[in-house]
């Protein structure tokens, strides 16, 4: 069964580190670009970045540049989003998706809840 579970994400203060976790089952991540996005309550969902096959990575929110990190373990399938300096407006369901490149993105996990406050 295809497969993309999102864990690592609660509750951390302004300034604080999360790391995200992307695994895949059923499929090897090897072949497909991964992207993490999220979507907060009352706004419409929106790209941070993505690492592409050959794991270069592009962002796809300036907002989140200089703060977060994409990278990829294809030994456990895995990509995870490293998250610093994190922000209350970094509150949000986030997401990650697969695709055949970084823009087209068309199979997606349930999400991870981060929270962001003091």
């Known amino acids: ?3 993309l579970v999102e864990s690592g994400g609660g509750l951390v203060q302004p300034g604080g580190s999360l790391r995200l976790s992307c695994a895949a089952s059923g499929f090897s991540l090897t072949y497909y670009a991964i992207g993490w996005f999220r979507q907060a309550p009352g706004k419409e969902r929106e790209g941070l970045l993505c690492i592409s096959q050959s794991d270069r990575s592009t962002y796809y929110a300036d907002s989140v540049k200089g703060r977060f990190t994409i990278s ?3 030994a456990r399938n895995t990509v995870y989003l490293q998250m610093n300096s994190l922000k209350p407006e ?3 369901v986030y997401y990650c998706a697969r695709g055949p490149n970084c823009g087209r993105h ?5 999400g991870t809840q981060v929270t962001v406050s003091s």
């Open 1 to 3: 069964q295809v497969q």
């Open 72 to 74: 990829r373990d294809n």
């Open 90 to 92: 970094d509150t949000a």
């Open 106 to 110: 068309n199979y997606w996990g349930q």
